[in-house]
């Protein structure tokens, strides 16, 4: 079975900061899906980023980019130019990329907060 | 505009009573799923179907039933059974294209009185 894990309970960051969040999956299929999701107070979970296993590219959305080592089973969220509104909790997921309408599989979160 | 509606936001349950949390979406999705959030857990998967009259349990199933009679459609029902029902409950849906996100809800938090 797939398991996603988040190892950094809390994290916090400067406004105008970097900061990278961590995750590491385990899982025996080669085609894969990964993503960031992000859960701000209104707890409407929000989609950051994916990433496809195939591709060796790291996947970047604005201020968000990821460091993704398929060899490793990493997949790290780096926020650049930290912002107040991006205090939230933020999974990592995985979802199988050989069958369709799987479900996710999340690991347990990161708080992060931003302070000013 | 397309998304997904939970209803109500707020529920509350005297022991022994089952609920049922509504979940409607009008994304034309056809696979529908259910993950309850506690705190330091993450999302756990309840329940999911891929097609309407079919669904699959997911890691933590005892205690909850699901019907999936319409496409738009997939109500969750909390019962008796389940010991420890006060958790945050996430509807989400997703097309059958392989590697797609997830769209989700906005919760409904289910607590037990």
């Known amino acids: 079975a797939q398991t996603v894990t988040q190892s950094q309970p809390e994290m916090s960051v400067q406004e105008a900061e970097t900061v990278t969040l961590s995750c590491t999956y385990d899982?025996?299929?080669?085609?894969?899906?990964l993503f960031w999701y992000k859960q701000p107070p209104s707890r409407q979970m929000i989609l950051v980023i994916r990433?496809?296993?195939?591709?060796?590219q790291n996947a970047t959305e604005n201020r968000f980019s990821v460091n993704f080592q398929k060899a490793a089973k990493s997949f790290s969220l780096k926020i650049s130019d930290s912002q107040l509104g991006d205090a939230a909790m933020y999974f990592c997921?995985?979802?199988?990329?050989?069958?369709?309408?799987?479900?996710?599989?999340f690991g347990k979160g990161t708080t992060l907060s931003v302070s000013s | 505009d397309g998304g997904i509606t939970q209803s109500p936001k707020y529920l509350f349950r005297k022991e022994g009573q089952n609920v049922t949390l509504s979940c409607e979406q009008n994304?034309?999705?056809?696979?529908m799923y259910w993950y309850r959030q506690d705190p330091g857990q993450g999302l756990r998967l309840i329940y999911y179907?891929?097609?309407?009259?079919?669904?699959q349990k997911g890691d933590i199933a005892e205690g909850y039933s699901v019907s999936r009679e319409k496409k738009e459609s997939f109500p969750l029902t909390v019962t008796s059974a389940q010991k420890n029902p006060t958790a945050f409950y996430l509807c989400?849906?997703?097309?059958?294209?392989?590697?797609?996100?997830?769209?989700f809800g906005q919760g409904t938090r289910l607590t037990v009185v």
């Open positions: 989400a849906s997703s097309s059958l294209r392989v590697g797609t996100e997830a769209f």
């Open positions: 899982t025996s299929e080669s085609d894969y899906y």
């Open positions: 990433q496809e296993a195939y591709k060796q």
């Open positions: 997921a995985y979802r199988r990329g050989t069958q369709a309408g799987t479900a996710l599989i």
């Open positions: 994304l034309n999705h056809d696979a």
């Open positions: 179907s891929q097609i309407v009259n079919d669904f």
